[in-house]
């Protein structure tokens, strides 16, 4: 009898004194200085994991002296970057800055949860002494959503400080257009219709089956992205005109019948085969070697400039091979029975991703430094030294024309592909904290300037096509997107990532998922709880 | 190398070779079986290597291969020269050589403590660490824990909380309890002590144990990421499994690639996983005499 209740005792005692461990009172954190008075700011951020040569970097020792700071620099990993912060946050084990996700989706439970529990510490009320700050919120899609009681706890991150009226991301096609023009299937100025689009998958079909090679693949978080010539909305939450209710998007006559039209693509063996069950980065590869003719993938600079630098080295051999004619971003106009007919069709977005904030614990003063430093680098003035460096060492300003030039020897350049080399500029990298160098990339010596240019004529043409109401953009009402209720809350992540693995299994005719009934009968809780919360909500 | 017929064999062999013992068709059929799932085991490190080694012109315009008409080790060469591989090698040869010792010190003494006659407490603690085996007190409480022991950024926090695993201290104590009692009765009445009866009698008589338990704790060590990934963020701690992670998602950054012209990324990825599994791969065969029948003999309790 005596050992049976140890057996119970131990387990409550072990647990009990494990959980208490977590309580205890939380001091705010004094500010420390090093011995040359210089205060030390600890930052965590997702994009200095590029960055570990911090103690011979002269921009990053520069910066630190005029602001009388010393830095230190730690990092996520991309494949851990939600467990890292969720842990340190919770554990209350954080740097001064750190860096998040933060999208409508986890809002309820990460961000506003953070705010609530006294975990993340507000800006300041008034920001005007931080004006390019001010001016980079004031432009900012949704800021007004990321209010609580009056206050802003973070910095939402922006994608692009000079053109912030973009509405829609670059998720969309690149091909081959060499192979369009050899098989007599190019169609001036990338443009293509509906039946256009599916000629050429069907030649493209036709000419890579025997050498075992497909028309078309999906970056792997993207499939179908047939579907999105014909769904409402993106994600969970569409709005039904008949009833005014918001209703399950994948469940949608309009989603339904690109869903059908995905499955005929997938049974004509349009798609690379290997799509449902392809790791990160499969098709990526399969298209810059050769194997697939059309790509959808997030074509930010990045991406593009990647693909398209992988793609001429797997051709190098080839005689004639111009790279800037073989390959470009296709634009595709929805087939006649989509609530789309003959538009192009790109999903919506905000003009920000993720967000940078600051421990509840650190000092008002600290706070104002940090502000300092970033809104500094995101001057003229600091935007030059993140990008170019130091005047006189890096570069110099024609007195009259005031045009930059770069002094060679400070830019020493690869002799075989004549790209600068890359140098380590910490303010570069910190300039991450408000935004992400997007609105830098055109004179960046680092970049290539004719894949920018390019992208900018895409984004153009794509916002006069807005214009002309010849573009569609999928976006979910705001009201929904950032409404913070409690099944909402709980469940919206699992839901969209279920949805996708019951499309996925349609398309396939795998996990007894073979009938629109089964996709159907799939959507089960909590599915309607949900959305009777939203709409008595809304 | 001369042959030998079979008719110079002496009786007792010659027998061994008999009608009845010859390869049937039920061999054959289980060869079969066992070369296929011997290929499914060895094909996905033989398309590693042949990935690692094949230069970006050929991969580039076939992405499945079996064979690489030329053979590049350039991938290699950049693994190889690259400095954070290197820490994450050194960091993660501390935690193999160092955690393992002490995960093996503390396991293996607590289960002979627990495998002994009866002593105040015993049934206690063994309550204590079997609970840990059923429950836990969840991922936060022990950051909580880890981060109030000032173990955080430190190589401590991959080694230190390990000290005993269960499974392996149950292994070793059935294994001490099935060793006869006699040893340590007549060692007792030649005057050793309880420490000399451990280290002279129980321990050179575990050493199959020892070895199984020892290889469990070496491959937890050297694959170990976890504790590195949660409560250390400097680049310098990171284990040859975290470098790798990196490595996979973003080989761009992590190792820069010297010659994209010939080296293609997939092989630098797959020569660095490369890399990481080769010194495992060398180790367990000479373990594996030792694995086997520590496995068996620990399972039964004498």
Redesign the interface.
């Known amino acids: 009898m005596r050992?049976k209740y140890?057996?119970l005792l131990?387990?409550v005692v072990?647990?009990s004194s494990?959980?208490l461990?977590?309580c205890g009172g939380r001091d705010p954190k004094p500010d420390v200085y090093d011995k040359d008075g210089n205060l030390l700011i600890s930052l965590?951020n997702l994009y200095f994991?590029?960055y570990?040569e911090t103690a011979n970097d002269v921009y990053l020792r520069e910066l630190q002296e005029q602001f009388k700071v010393k830095l230190s620099f730690?990092?996520y990993?991309?494949?851990?970057w939600e467990?890292?912060v969720t842990?340190?946050i919770?554990?209350?084990?954080l740097?001064d800055v750190f860096h998040a996700n933060i999208d409508s989706y986890n809002f309820a439970s990460y961000y506003k949860f953070w705010a609530e529990e006294e975990m993340i510490k507000p800006l300041p009320n008034d920001l005007t002494k931080w004006p390019n700050i001010k001016k980079m919120l004031e432009n900012t899609s949704n800021v007004e959503k990321l209010y609580i009681n009056g206050k802003l706890y973070g910095l939402p991150i922006a994608k692009n400080t000079t053109d912030y009226d973009t509405s829609f991301s670059p998720f969309t096609y690149i091909y081959r257009r060499d192979w369009a023009k050899k098989w007599g299937v190019y169609q001036e100025n990338d443009i293509y219709t509906w039946e256009q689009f599916e000629a050429l998958l069907e030649k493209f079909k036709t000419e890579l089956a025997p050498t075992s090679r497909y028309a078309l693949g999906d970056v792997e978080w993207g499939y179908p992205s047939i579907v999105n010539f014909y769904k409402q909305v993106p994600h969970c939450y569409a709005y039904d005109e008949a009833t005014q209710d918001y209703v399950n998007n994948y469940l949608t006559d309009e989603y339904i019948l690109g869903l059908e039209k995905s499955k005929s693509f997938k049974s004509n063996g349009y798609y690379y085969p290997g799509q449902n069950s392809a790791v990160?980065g499969r098709l990526n590869?399969?298209y810059?070697?050769?194997?697939i003719g059309i790509l959808y993938e997030n074509l930010s600079y990045s991406n593009y400039e990647?693909l398209k630098?992988?793609l001429k080295?797997?051709?190098?051999?080839l005689d004639n091979f111009n790279i800037e004619d073989a390959t470009a971003i296709m634009k595709i106009k929805a087939p006649a029975d989509s609530i789309h007919a003959d538009k192009y069709v790109l999903e919506g977005t905000d003009n920000w991703f993720s967000m940078t904030f600051f421990d509840f614990l650190i000092s008002d003063a600290k706070q104002a430094k940090i502000l300092d430093i970033i809104d500094w680098l995101l001057s003229e003035e600091g935007t030059l030294f993140s990008i170019y460096g130091i005047e006189g060492y890096d570069y110099t300003v024609d007195p009259i024309t005031k045009e930059i030039e770069l002094i060679p020897e400070a830019w020493p350049e690869d002799p075989?592909t004549h790209e600068k080399a890359a140098k380590t500029n910490g303010a570069k990298m910190l300039r991450y904290m408000g935004s992400l160098g997007y609105d830098t990339l055109g004179y960046d010596p680092l970049t290539n300037k004719e894949s920018v240019a390019y992208l900018e004529s895409w984004e153009a043409e794509m916002k006069e096509a807005l214009e002309h109401d010849e573009l569609d953009i999928l976006k979910e009402n705001k009201d929904v997107m950032w409404l913070t209720s409690n099944l909402k809350a709980r469940y919206s992540g699992i839901m969209r990532t279920n949805a996708l693995g019951t499309v996925m299994n349609y398309i396939y005719g795998t996990n007894r998922i073979v009938s629109i009934d089964d996709y159907k009968n799939d959507f089960k809780y909590p599915w309607a709880e949900v959305l009777a919360e939203i709409n008595s909500l809304i | 190398m001369s042959k030998i017929k079979i008719s110079k064999l002496p009786l007792a062999r010659r027998e061994k070779v008999s009608p009845s013992n010859r390869f049937g068709g039920f061999d054959v059929f289980c060869f079969i079986i066992l070369l296929v799932f011997a290929l499914l085991i060895i094909f996905p490190f033989y398309y590693l290597f042949i990935v690692s080694i094949t230069p970006?012109?050929i991969?580039?315009?076939?992405?499945f291969i079996l064979w690489t008409p030329e053979i590049s080790f350039d991938a290699y060469k950049t693994v190889f020269t690259e400095k954070?591989i290197w820490n994450g090698f050194g960091i993660t040869c501390i935690l193999l050589f160092g955690g393992t010792l002490y995960q093996m010190f503390f396991t293996v003494i607590t289960g002979y403590a627990l495998s002994r006659q009866k002593w105040v407490g015993k049934?206690?603690v063994m309550?204590?660490i079997l609970?840990?085996m059923?429950?836990g007190?969840?991922?936060?409480?022990?950051?909580?824990?880890?981060?109030?022991l000032n173990m955080?950024d430190t190589i401590w926090v991959m080694i230190i909380p390990g000290a005993i695993d269960t499974f392996n201290m149950l292994l070793m104590r059935n294994y001490f309890a099935s060793l006869p009692k006699e040893l340590e009765e007549s060692a007792k009445i030649d005057g050793a002590n309880d420490i000399q009866i451990f280290a002279r009698i129980f321990l050179p008589l575990s050493l199959p144990m020892l070895a199984t338990v020892g290889l469990f704790f070496a491959v937890g060590n050297w694959n170990s990421w976890y504790n590195g990934?949660?409560f250390n963020?400097?680049?310098s701690l990171k284990t040859l499994q975290?470098v790798l992670?990196?490595v996979?998602?973003?080989p761009?950054?992590t190792i820069p690639n010297p010659n994209?012209?010939r080296i293609n990324?997939?092989s630098l990825k797959m020569a660095a996983i490369f890399f990481t599994i080769i010194p495992m791969m060398l180790f367990y065969p000479f373990l594996q005499r030792f694995f086997v029948k520590g496995i068996v003999v620990g399972a039964i309790k004498g």
Do not use: H
């Not at chain 1, 990993?77 to 851990?80: H, I, K, P």
């Open positions: 050992r140890l057996f131990t387990p072990a647990i494990m959980t461990t977590g965590r994991s590029d570990t730690q990092s990993q991309w494949s851990n467990t890292q842990g340190a919770n554990a209350d084990n740097t990160d590869i399969e810059y070697s050769n194997q990647a630098k992988q080295i797997s051709n190098a051999s075989q | 970006q012109e991969y580039a315009n076939n992405s954070s049934n206690f309550n204590m609970v840990t059923f429950f007190g969840g991922l936060i409480p022990y950051y909580v824990l880890i981060k109030s955080t990934m949660l963020t400097k680049e975290q992670q990196d996979i998602y973003t761009a950054s994209p012209t990324t997939e």
